[in-house]
């Protein structure tokens, strides 16, 4: 370890050290229950409530409402997703509008609830773009959730979130809006207002944080009119929302990887954007690398790129790659495929052929131009190498 080029930043980051340091030290030292009503639970309440603040801060929320902390994206895409259908007392819509180019996560209790007879209608990501169009057309007064990714995982498309809320709130007086902001969380600049979102799902492994943990974030007004239901039952925990003793480790070590990543966001922001368009230029320049198409949308986060290869399997290059130490990532090898709607890179508009000779360059603000230099330079030789196999 530490000669390797790692540019699947989005699959999973590496821990960074605060963070671990934090972990550890809440591990020895505040590990009560933080449901015991002794000292040592109380500590460990404490460590959850300002872990708690942190995320607070770092998503703009002053307006009292609450993050729940869960397993990680996936548990809080599906509590907001499946708590919000199975809300009591039901709600009399059964619309749930989102897009086409969703995470697993979203799709899947997705296609469960229409299993149960829940109408979901998807907003096409052609382009990586919401179409305005479907969005007046779909937000129709039966929509009880919308749910609604921020950053596209597979292309970096950044989506018009509040254009949707706007819609929600002209036309849905019964919709939450839901936003699955963990490919955005510290790598673009939003708060819960700006959104206009009622709940949100954070990940704290993609921000430098322990893997296995996550948050959802849900607006005071959703709680009060007890417009969710919990998932998981139990002990109560989480405001019964989600039961199941916490982990005041991984929590603050969650919170302690944000405020870092908070504080130096607008660096952090214009270093991902250097080594975005320092690739893009070397693929603008270099010949070698001509056949080389960058699936573009009209408004990007900085820090994925999603590159087309010249009729080269993903996997393929991405094996070769990983030969030579450096990690990037096939475009569609976590999407849900076939029954549950297409992958994200067909929404976007790719032929299954081009979505599968597609790779995914995800940066960190650790990663430097002369790293990004040499990606090119690999995916030069390498798309040289293979077509003489083809
Ligand atoms: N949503 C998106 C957009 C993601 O990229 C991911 C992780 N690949 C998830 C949800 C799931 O998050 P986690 O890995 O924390 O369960």
Known sequence: MGNELYFDN????????EALKTY???AREQYGNPSSLH????DAETVLKNARQTILKTIGDNSGGAVLFTSGGTEANNLAILGRAHAKPRFKGKTILTTAGEHASVKMPLAALADEGYKIVEIPTVGGKLDPDAIAAYATPDVILASVMLVNNETGALYDVPAVAAALRR???DAVLHVDATQAYLKVPFSVKSLGCGMLTLSSHKIEGPKGTGALWIDPGVIKNRGLSPILLGGGQEGGLRSGTEDPPSCAAFAKAAAIGYSSLTERIARLTELRERLLAILGDDPRLSGVRVNLSPVCAPHIVSLTLPRIKSETMLHALSARGIYVS???ACSSHGKH???ALSAYGLSDG???ATIRVSFSHRNTPEQVDRLADA???????LARFK
């Open 171 to 173: 036309n849905c007086p």
């Open 10 to 17: 989005s699959a999973t980051t590496r821990i960074s050290e």
């Open 330 to 332: 096939s475009g569609s």
């Open 354 to 356: 081009d979505a599968d």
């Open 379 to 385: 995916l030069a030789e390498e798309i040289a190498r």
């Open 341 to 343: 709607g297409t992958s």
């Open 39 to 42: 000292g040592m639970g109380k």
């Open 24 to 26: 550890l030290s809440v």
